[in-house]
């Protein structure tokens, strides 16, 4: 069982910076990435990154966000700048778990981020 706490998110203007930062506990954590929610919209991925820190984006946040995470303390980190208000949800940390030959999911909580224009 792996629990996720996430923190980091807040309320900033069109432009600005915030890192997010979410704890895992548990090991064998393989891919650690963040999701996003905003109001009405599905679930959407921001940004993967393997164990071996190979990372992956999604188009609307390549050249602004960064994924990191710091195996030794299994914290992954979202840094995100020159927000834009179409930024605005609910961000969800998720790791997933290897056990023998299965990958199991896990979730945060989720943190609001909110960018004002």
């Known amino acids: 069982q792996v629990q996720l706490v996430e923190s980091g998110g807040g309320v900033l203007q069109f432009g600005g910076a915030l890192r997010l930062s979410c704890a895992a506990s548990g090991s064998n954590i393989s891919v650690m990435a963040w999701y996003r929610q905003a109001p009405g919209k599905q679930r959407e991925l921001v940004a993967t990154?393997?164990?071996?820190?190979?990372?992956n984006y999604a188009d609307s946040v390549k050249g602004r966000f960064a994924i990191s995470r710091d195996n030794a303390k299994n914290m992954v980190y979202l840094q995100m700048n020159s927000l834009k208000p179409e930024d605005t949800a609910v961000y969800y940390c998720?790791?997933?778990?290897?056990?023998?030959?299965?990958?199991?999911?896990?979730w945060g909580q989720g943190t609001q981020v909110t960018v004002s224009s």
């Open positions: 990154i393997t164990s071996g820190t190979m990372t």
């Open positions: 998720n790791v997933k778990q290897r056990v023998e030959t299965l990958l199991y999911d896990y």
